[in-house]
C-alpha cells in the first residue's frame, strides 16, 4: 500500500483565493482525520470522518473551512477565501478500526497564504 | 482545561546514552496513550500504544511507561543513535486522538 497520499506538497495562493486539500486514505481505514500543524499550536484536529460521515467537527476553525468525503477512497478539505493565517502544514491521517488505534498519516500540503 | 504538555526544549544527548522523554497531562483520562516520531517535512509516524492497564511497554530499543496516576508517560530510547534524532509527539486518546507539542531529540555521535 502507498499509505496516505496527500496532494499538493505545496501549495501558494494569495489572500481571498480558495484552495482545496485532497487526500486519499489507506484502503479500508474507516476513519479519516485532518490536522493542521503550526509552531505556535502544534499538531490540532479539524475534522473528522467515520465510513464518510463526519462524526466531529469541532475543530474546524471557522466556516471558511470545509470538508467533504464523497467516498472511502478520496476527501478534501476547502478554505475558501483564504486568510494569511491559514499558513500552516495540513496532514491527513487514517485509522484502520476507530479513533483509538494507531494512525497513518501523509506526508502533509504546505500552506502558504500571501 | 485539558492540556498536554511535553518539554518545548531540544534534549541533547551523546550515542550510545538513553535518551528519556516526558510526557504529562492533566484534566484528561486517557484510555491509550501513543507516541509518534516526526522528521522534519513528514508526517508524524506510529512507534507505540500503551493502554491505561499497562505499565511499561517495549519494542526494541524503544519503552514507554504509563503512569494514570502521576498522569505521566515517559518514553526511551536506550542505545540512542544519531538517526533517533527527530521529534517525538506523545498522543492521548479521548473521543479522537490529541497531540502534545512535541520533543526534539539530538543525538550527536
Known amino acids: 500500500d502507498a499509505g496516505v497520499i496527500q496532494s499538493p506538497r505545496h501549495e501558494v495562493t494569495e489572500m481571498g483565493q480558495e484552495v482545496t486539500l485532497r487526500c486519499k486514505p489507506i484502503s479500508g481505514h474507516d476513519y479519516l482525520f485532518w490536522y493542521r500543524q503550526t509552531m505556535m499550536r502544534g499538531l490540532e484536529l479539524l475534522i473528522y470522518?467515520?465510513?464518510?460521515?463526519?462524526?466531529?467537527d469541532s475543530g474546524m476553525p471557522e466556516d471558511r473551512f470545509s470538508a467533504k468525503m464523497p467516498n472511502a477512497s478520496f476527501s478534501t478539505l476547502k478554505i475558501q477565501p483564504s486568510e494569511p493565517r491559514d499558513s500552516a502544514v495540513y496532514f491527513c491521517?487514517?485509522?484502520?478500526?476507530?479513533?483509538?488505534?494507531?494512525?497513518?498519516f501523509g506526508s502533509g500540503t504546505r500552506l502558504t497564504v500571501v | 482545561s485539558q492540556k498536554i504538555e511535553q518539554n518545548s526544549e531540544a534534549l541533547n544527548i551523546q550515542e550510545g546514552k538513553t535518551a528519556t522523554l516526558t510526557c504529562n497531562y492533566t484534566?484528561?483520562?486517557?484510555?491509550?496513550l501513543q507516541w509518534y516520531r516526526q522528521d522534519p517535512g513528514r508526517g508524524p509516524v506510529f512507534l507505540l500504544l500503551?493502554?491505561?492497564?499497562?505499565k511499561e511497554k517495549r519494542k526494541e530499543r524503544l519503552k514507554v511507561t504509563f503512569d494514570t496516576t502521576l498522569k505521566q508517560s515517559l518514553f526511551h530510547i536506550t542505545a540512542s543513535q544519531p538517526a533517533d534524532s527527530a521529534t517525538y509527539l506523545c498522543?492521548?486518546?479521548?473521543?479522537?486522538?490529541?497531540f502534545g507539542g512535541g520533543t526534539r531529540l539530538m543525538v550527536k555521535p
Open positions: 498522543a492521548l486518546s479521548g473521543n479522537m486522538l490529541t
Open positions: 491521517a487514517s485509522s484502520l478500526r476507530d479513533q483509538y488505534s494507531s494512525y497513518t
Open positions: 470522518f467515520n465510513n464518510n460521515v463526519p462524526i466531529d
Open positions: 484534566n484528561y483520562s486517557p484510555a491509550y
Open positions: 500503551i493502554r491505561e492497564n499497562e
